[in-house]
Structures are given as structure tokens and as C-alpha cells.
Nanobody, 123 residues
Framework: QLRLVESGGGSVQPGGSLRLSCTAS????????IGWFRQVPGKEREAVAC???????DYADSVTGRFTISRDNTQNKVYLQMTNLKPEDTAFYYC?????????????????WGQGTQVTVSS
């Protein structure tokens, strides 16, 4: 059974850091791109970062230079290291499996999603 499970969310002050983890199971993890998206109530889901099967990465402009995505194919995990967090980074964060090896910033091109984890940045 295909499954994605996020962890690592929480509350942090502006300027702080968090590392999110996404643990995958039930599919050939190394063959697919994995993305991180975020969503706040009343807004569309926003692409944050993506990593391809060969670890090519792509970032939203709003997080470039602050967030780093990486993957460990031996443990079926993808990480999102978030630094210099800002209040506008507050959202529910989801990892998702792309239906292909390359990245996309379009949510409809991802065919499986985790349950999400909350990130709150506030003083």
C-alpha cells in the first residue's frame, strides 16, 4: 500500500529552523520525484520544493536560499530543511509523489499525498 507520512512540523520563532521529513512506502521510491507543498486555509496549495529521481531540485522563489530539499533513497525519505523561517511560511505542509521522475510545480501532477504537518512561525 502506497503511503507518505510527514513529520517534523511544529512552532518556531521567526528566524528559526525546522526540518520536515517524508517517509515513503509501497512503491519504487527511487524512480519518482517527490515534492513539498503547503497550504493555508482559504488559499490554493502552493508548491514549495521538489526533488527528482536523480536529486535535481527546484524551489519556489519565496523559499530559495532558505529551504533545502534532499532525499535518501536507502531509507525512502525526503527532507525539507527550512531555515530563516518567516511568519508567511506558516502553513500545513504536505509531501507528495509525482507520477513521473521529473519535478513539477503543479499539484495535479502528483498522484499520492501525505496527511500533512503544521508549521507555525510566530513570535
Amino acid at each position: 500500500q502506497l503511503r507518505l507520512v510527514e513529520s517534523g512540523g511544529g512552532s518556531v520563532q521567526p528566524g528559526g529552523s525546522l526540518r520536515l521529513s517524508c517517509t515513503a512506502s509501497g512503491f519504487a521510491f527511487y524512480n519518482y520525484a517527490i515534492g513539498w507543498f503547503r497550504q493555508v486555509p482559504g488559499k490554493e496549495r502552493e508548491a514549495v520544493a521538489c526533488i527528482s529521481d536523480t536529486s535535481t531540485t527546484d524551489y519556489a522563489d519565496s523559499v530559495t536560499g532558505r529551504f533545502t530539499i534532499s532525499r535518501d533513497n536507502t531509507q525512502n525519505k525526503v527532507y525539507l530543511q527550512m531555515t530563516n523561517l518567516k511568519p508567511e511560511d506558516t502553513a500545513f505542509y504536505y509531501c507528495a509523489k509525482r507520477d513521473y521522475w521529473a519535478c513539477s510545480n503543479r499539484a495535479e501532477r502528483y498522484d499520492a499525498w501525505g496527511q500533512g504537518t503544521q508549521v507555525t512561525v510566530s513570535s
